[in-house]
């Protein structure tokens, strides 16, 4: 037999004969009431595993993993309200259950059998995938829990302190809720982890209010690696900034005493606590994993004989809740009711095609409360003595600037967070002066760990704010880019666009900064952002286009929910010349309010026919250099600025491009993985012109002199679009 049935048959062998593990006497803290529905929560869980198995092994259900052993958590769901969102381990099936209990109308089994089977009907996810996860319970999904759900339970603790002063139209969070995460033992190493707990202790020392509980489920191993002992405890108990609390998670009743305890200290004072709850696993890590494989097998055979549901029979029995019979009957009953709810569960739907499958990659539109204006002499107080510069041309980096203050003055859900964004005004000026017009919890100055400020936006974004992130340079991002690969642009796909984290990422990025070199600062590759499904990558090329981008992406963010990442060319933001010292064509003057672009709409400068030009950002200001002296030489090109890299504007470049007889992408971006191998394809496989490109050779870029060696210069672009016009010729 395997253990799955081993521990079945223990289970039910022991309770008939009232043989049952040794343990602390029940406490006060659960009346019988209570204890015997959270012990029908654990059977629950309990039973839901060994049928996953079954219907994996029918070929009815999928990739199973279980909660057998960590069943104390439904006393932790006991402890919390209904209404406090939870970000939760993937081994919380019984916290799931139990807080179903706490909201009338709810079907635990049947749906959560819908997600075994990855039927179409399954309310969470849609048959994307066997997550834990409710709407009508405030549990957003999470699909591999290693941690990197941590900075964005922070991030929404944070939010709901923010949400008690202004709350946001769409804010999901009550102001005297609290936010939960759990997360395993082996969990606790990872550096996002180290790094969320890191940062409730930093924002403990600032007086910051952050009403966090987090639970770690300390059962002594990661797969198949022991956790040293002690050394979750060690870990945990003296980090400043975390009450710690301890409990028995195989006790139903002192777990739930000292979760009670811990909420209460949270709820009470705005602050974090961690409750260490010493549980065990059953069975293997998932699947078809066999623990006595790696583990001894008497080890194994301990922990069976320690089963928490033995525990709880043993606690009702004493507390006079639940004679063992009965206990047994529950246990029986149960395993009956989902047998033929899933002979039922198998019958229903699943999806088919690749439309249904994709249909949540973009959240649903959402109608907002019409934009109000400044009322009269706000804006210009606001603004001060650069209200007369709005009149003037100005480089990027200050239209940027303008442009935020007018969305904030307009979007009181707007919060900027970044490293340096506050008094210093970020590393180039751009959020220069924004702290003092809208103040420390609008303009948040972060600790140095992007991961923590891609969590504080989307736990706040999940909450109904529109975060605007900064990242100081593009190579930065990959600190963190799981933050937005696996949390904030999965987060509509896998609710069935039922829950959302709208956000807009500005990053400084790019090449062609005389003073920087190596990696860090210099970074010319966007391919960690191009694969994402559903994002949508912004990168303009001066300040005009900036600021009416900018507004857009604000917009696709608060009216339709979307995850944006906004690469601001770190090289243009001082730029004021194109083509001679102190003509001042690289600047322009602040758009009036309420112009933007569009989402797909391309720039199109000239109206060439020999060649058109396609390219972005800094390839943009180089192109428009090069089509003078194009001009000179009789050939005429148009350059068309893409402005939107995700998704790919494939319509507005067919239609810039059909009457020209050639194409020429520049791209400032490596050779291999950039943006010109997807615009090669795309206007190869749509019959167009003939086509081709240049790009950066596939280097890290140097500093000095040669910062610009690797890279496409107006020189290189003349010379290429020389030879594609003499073949087309």
Request: charged share 20%; hydrophobic share 40%.
């Amino acid at each position: 037999m395997d253990r799955v049935e081993i521990v079945h048959q223990n289970f039910r062998r022991r309770v008939a004969a009232d043989d049952l593990p040794p343990g602390n006497p029940p406490t006060a803290a659960l009346d019988n009431i209570e204890a015997v529905r959270l012990f029908r929560a654990q059977v629950l869980s309990r039973q839901l595993d060994r049928i996953s198995r079954a219907m994996q092994k029918a070929g009815e259900g999928f990739y199973t993993i279980g909660s057998s052993g960590h069943e104390g958590m439904a006393a932790v769901a006991h402890a919390l309200r209904p209404t406090d969102i939870a970000f939760l381990h993937y081994r919380d099936a019984a916290f799931q259950i139990a807080r179903g209990d706490q909201v009338p109308g709810q079907t635990m089994a049947w749906d959560m059998l819908l997600s075994f089977a990855c039927s179409a009907e399954d309310p969470i996810s849609g048959g994307r995938h066997k997550v834990l996860g409710s709407r009508a319970l405030m549990i957003p999904p999470q699909t591999s829990t290693i941690a990197s759900h941590l900075p964005k339970a922070v991030g929404a603790a944070f939010s709901i302190g923010v949400s008690r002063r202004r709350r946001p139209e769409y804010g999901l969070c009550a102001g005297d809720g609290i936010a939960f995460c759990s997360f395993g033992d082996a969990s606790l190493n990872h550096s996002t982890a180290q790094g969320a707990i890191n940062t409730v202790g930093w924002a403990s020392v600032r007086v910051t209010p952050l009403p966090l509980l987090m639970v770690c489920e300390d059962n002594g191993i990661g797969i198949s690696t022991p956790t040293p002992a002690g050394w979750v405890e060690a870990s945990l108990r003296n980090r400043p900034g975390l009450e710690y609390f301890s409990a028995n998670g195989l006790d139903l009743y002192e777990t739930y005493a000292a979760t009670r305890e811990a909420v209460d200290y949270v709820r009470r004072h705005r602050k974090a606590a961690v409750v260490h709850l010493r549980l065990l696993r059953l069975y293997g890590h998932a699947g078809a994993d066999i623990a006595t494989s790696y583990l001894p097998k008497p080890e194994v055979e301990a922990d069976e004989a320690n089963d928490p549901l033995l525990h709880s029979v043993r606690q009702l029995r004493d507390a006079g809740a639940l004679r063992p019979a009965a206990a047994l009957d529950i246990y029986e009953q149960t395993a009956a009711r989902l047998e033929r709810l899933r002979r039922e569960v198998v019958t229903r739907p699943r999806l088919r095609t690749a439309a249904e499958v994709t249909a949540s990659l973009i959240p649903p539109k959402r109608a907002c409360r019409p934009v109000e204006p400044a009322r009269h002499g706000l804006r210009e107080q606001t603004f001060g003595s650069d209200m007369r510069a709005l009149a003037n041309p100005q480089p990027m980096s200050r239209l940027i600037n303008y442009a935020l203050t007018d969305l904030m003055l307009q979007h009181p859900e707007i919060a900027l967070m970044g490293q340096d964004i506050g008094r210093k005004g970020g590393v180039y000026g751009v959020t220069q002066k924004l702290e003092r017009r809208f103040g420390r919890a609008r303009v948040i100055d972060t600790l140095l760990d992007e991961q923590s400020i891609l969590g504080l936006a989307i736990g706040m974004g999940q909450n109904g704010f529109i975060p605007i992130p900064e990242i100081q340079f593009l190579a930065y991002l990959h600190n963190a880019e799981d933050q937005v690969r696996g949390e904030a642009a999965t987060l509509s796909f896998f609710s069935n666009g039922q829950f959302t984290n709208p956000m807009i990422i500005r990053i400084a990025g790019l090449g062609y900064q005389k003073g920087f070199g190596g990696h860090f600062h210099n970074d010319n590759s966007l391919a960690v952002l191009r694969d994402i499904p559903g994002l949508i990558v912004a990168c303009p090329s001066n300040g005009v286009d900036a600021v009416m981008m900018l507004r857009e992406c604000v917009r696709l963010a608060r009216e339709e929910q979307r995850v944006i990442v906004f690469v601001e060319p770190i090289a243009l933001y001082p730029m004021r010349d194109l083509h001679a010292v102190e003509d001042g064509e690289w600047m322009g003057i602040y758009p009036a309010c309420g112009e933007r672009i569009t989402l797909g709409e391309v720039g199109i400068h000239g109206d060439g026919r020999d060649l058109a030009i396609v390219t972005y950002a800094n390839g943009a200001y180089l192109s428009r250099q090069a089509r003078k002296h194009l001009a000179g030489r009789g050939i005429d090109a148009r350059v068309i600025d893409m402005r939107w890299l995700a998704p790919l504007p494939g319509e507005a470049l067919l239609a810039a491009t059909k009457d020209c007889k050639r194409i020429l992408i520049v791209d400032e971006c490596r050779r291999t993985g950039s943006q010109s191998e997807a615009l090669m394809a795309f206007f190869v496989e749509a019959g167009g012109p003939a086509v081709s490109r240049i790009a950066a050779a596939d280097s890290f870029i140097a500093t000095g002199s040669a910062y610009a060696a690797t890279l496409p210069s107006a020189e290189a672009i003349v010379a290429a679009a020389g030879r594609a016009c003499r073949k087309v010729s």
